[in-house]
């Protein structure tokens, strides 16, 4: 089967260990739209950031935000996909980070909060991100559509305190950030990247055995599972590396473009 389209991951993948799409992957990709290939963005982070990415590539369809758990068109910013952590989750998750040091962000409909600690400068926020002292308080109880907690030692509570009674209804997901940060992403059972790539797809017209995912995480391995070829960062994980159907470059050595390239070099643009 001709391939399409690309799924394409951010975090260790598109960017940069310093958070920057390469002039190399930028122009891989660009020539990969010019030849007929639509792409999907597919990040674990929230809408406004996966947005920017596709925007600046001239993209007006799906994307995929929050690890999966919502697929919104740009075109209309209507959600196609929109799936939240269980209400008691997220209350019990709220108080153990209102009581540990940690970086907690949880994408609350169309709000960003972010509880810090005095980690990082509240004024070096990026848009969109509101720094807060309580996530209790701040969310109104409103369940969020992910979470991501940044912490070692209050990820172990979470996992130790939350995994056995949830473990059915959420996914708890370790990964480590563009700066090698370990991140634990919270989401509700169900909302996985693999999930959206086939409402992606639906929304495209498309089979997903036309799409190339590219990835270097754990939460990318069940969009491996649904695309037609998939391909793992050279700097992931043996399981993300063994789930793949080929390895690229690490993410700060331009892994993207040369999946890219290698691609269009070797299979004739789509059709139509």
Known sequence: MALRALAIDLDGTLLTSSEEVSERNRAAVSRAIEAGFSLVVATARWYPLAEEVASSFG?????????????????????????????DFAAALY???????????????EEVVVKMDGVVDP????????????????????????????????????????GGP?????RFVDSTSSAGKRILTLTATGADKGAALLVACRELGLDP???????????????????GVSVAMGQAGPGVKAAATSVTAPNDEDGVAVAIERLLAERPPPCG
């Open 59 to 87: 993209c007006a369809g799906p994307v995929i935000a929050c690890s999966g758990a919502q697929v919104r068109r740009i075109s209309d910013r209507r959600d196609l996909m929109d799936v939240r952590l269980p209400s």
């Open 95 to 109: 108080d153990i980070c209102d009581h540990h040091r940690c970086v907690a962000t949880v994408a609350v409909d």
């Open 123 to 162: 004024a070096l926020l990026p848009p969109g991100l509101l720094a807060v002292p309580s996530l209790s308080e701040a969310t109104g109880g409103v369940a969020p559509r992910i979470a991501l907690i940044q912490g070692s030692a209050v990820n172990d509570v979470i996992e130790s305190t939350l």
């Open 166 to 170: 949830f473990g059915d209804r959420v």
């Open 209 to 227: 055995g036309e799409v190339m995912a590219i990835g270097d995480a754990p939460n990318d391995v069940e969009m491996f599972r649904v695309a």
